[in-house]
């Protein structure tokens, strides 16, 4: 499933916990890979990540977690 990931709303958001999530999370992201993501992210673009379909609902409960807006992408 993919996921567009469109903002994090968080106050003082953490780029390791960020990271460590998209790293945990996605099927094709590396730890470095993640950690641009995440720059990316916190700089006010979207960025577009694929889930496992048997990690979706753990996958929406950690974005959650660390305020980050997320929509579905069919």
Request: a negative charge; aromatic letters at 2%.
């Amino acid at each position: 499933m993919k996921l567009n990931l469109l903002s994090c709303d968080a106050q003082r958001p953490d780029k390791r916990a960020i990271a460590n999530c998209l790293a945990a999370i996605s099927t094709d992201i590396d730890d470095s890979l993640a950690s641009e993501l995440t720059n990316i992210l916190l700089e006010g673009d979207q960025i577009d990540i694929e889930v496992d379909d048997k990690n979706v609902s753990s996958a929406y409960r950690a974005l959650r977690k660390l305020s980050i807006d997320y929509e579905i992408v069919e």
